[in-house]
Structures are given as C-alpha cells and as structure tokens.
C-alpha cells in the first residue's frame, strides 16, 4: 500500500517553460515533505522541503506547494532547463526517521 | 569532504550466492539507513541504524536480507542467499544529529545488484 504517489511517471517540458510534479499522500499524520533529485548513476540528492504549517517553500527556481486538505504537494521548476532533468522523489515524514518515498517521476528538460 | 561511500558500485551474481554490500557514512553522521529501488516499489527503507545500534529492520525483505553496523564509519548489507528478485540498487544514506527527527539524507550512489 502506496502512502505516498507519483502518479506520472514521466514528464516532458521544454526548455524555459514551468515543470510541475505531482506527488499525493494518504497518511494524515505525515507532517514533514521533501524532494529529492536523481541523475542516472548517483544517489538521491535533496531538494527542497517543507513543513506542514506552510503551504509553500520557494528556493530559487523551485518552489514547494502543499495542499493540506487535498494530501498533495508538487514541485514548481521555473524555468526549467536541460540540466534539471532527471528522476525526482517525494518523501514524506511524520517527524520521525521513517520517510516514506514516492516511486518517482523522469523528468525531461527539452532544449 | 567525501559523502557516503558505497562498494561495491555493481555486483553480479548467481542465484544462491551470498552477497555484500558495503557502506561508510559520513563522519560525525549517526543515522545510517539502507534502502532499495526497484521500479514497482520506488525507495523502500530496509533498515535503519542509529549510533551504530539497529533501531528498525522491519523492512528487510526476508531472513535472508541482514545488515550490520560494527562502528561508526562502516556498515554492511548482506543476502545470502541471493535470488533474482534481489535485483535493485541498494542505497546508503546518513543524517546527522538532529534530535529525533533524521533531517536531510545523504545518499551514497548506490550498488547496483543482478542477480542470474
């Protein structure tokens, strides 16, 4: 049983246009979100987070969306570009040390 | 400073055979986690380690899946024995202290196992 889903698993933008990634929960005790990224051959590295008392977090190019009442957040990346395609995981935590990661969605930057 | 170090980066081996996978976390981490990726499943979390002692291995798949974590600065994933739907990369991460919650994660890059 899936707690947390990235219902698309791929997605294909181009160049200098807005990528936005999906990402839905279903545990409402999960108060903590990341994103990670993943380019082939390397591990996960982190993104941006946010925390459930905010319903947004913006760093940069990305920006975090959370939905509380909807148990959704997405990943805003504007403008997007070549070198942010790449694999990218939701996680999500009830404060603890048990993050529970989505299955991921390729993401394809088009120049 | 050198992140978390995985060996080996690719391991392949035949049905029955016992595996090892090895991990050296960042200095002055005390969280050490395994996880695995598969396709259907994403990022599963096997176990998890906290200053060296297993806190939760309710992940690990099967008896055959054991993980060990002798000191600070190495930890070991092992499968004995190996089936074919063993086959994932298998990931090490870390986080520093950080109360009771684990923070960021630092991931390894990963062995990538097959299993035949």
């Known amino acids: 049983d899936q707690q947390v889903k990235q219902n698309s698993p791929s997605l294909s933008v181009q160049e200098g246009r807005i990528s936005i990634l999906n990402c839905d929960y279903t545990n409402s005790m999960f108060d903590y979100f990341l994103w990670y990224k993943k380019y082939p051959a390397e591990g996960p590295t982190f993104l941006i987070s946010i925390s459930s008392i905010k319903d947004k977090n913006e760093d940069g190019r990305f920006t975090v969306f959370l939905n509380k009442s909807a148990k959704h957040l997405s990943l805003h990346i504007v403008p997007s570009q070549p070198g942010d395609s790449a694999v990218y995981f939701c996680?999500?935590?009830?404060?603890?040390?048990?993050?529970?990661f989505g299955t991921g969605t390729r993401l394809k930057v088009l120049a | 400073d050198a992140g978390v170090i995985q060996s080996p980066r690719h391991e392949v081996t035949e049905m029955g055979q016992e595996v090892t996978l090895r991990c050296k976390p960042i200095?002055?981490?005390?969280?050490l986690f395994w996880y695995r990726q598969t396709m259907m499943r994403g990022l599963e979390l096997l176990i998890y380690?906290?200053?060296?002692?297993?806190?939760?291995d309710s992940g690990m798949p099967e008896d055959r899946f054991s993980a060990k974590m002798p000191n600070a600065s190495f930890s070991t994933l092992k499968i004995q024995p190996s089936e074919p739907r063993d086959s994932a990369v298998y990931f090490c991460a870390s986080s520093p202290p950080a109360g009771g919650f684990a923070g960021e994660l630092f991931f390894g890059e990963g062995s990538r196992l097959t299993v035949l």
């Open positions: 380690f906290n200053n060296n002692v297993p806190i939760d």
């Open positions: 200095s002055g981490h005390n969280s």
């Open positions: 996680a999500a935590t009830s404060g603890t040390y048990k993050y529970i």
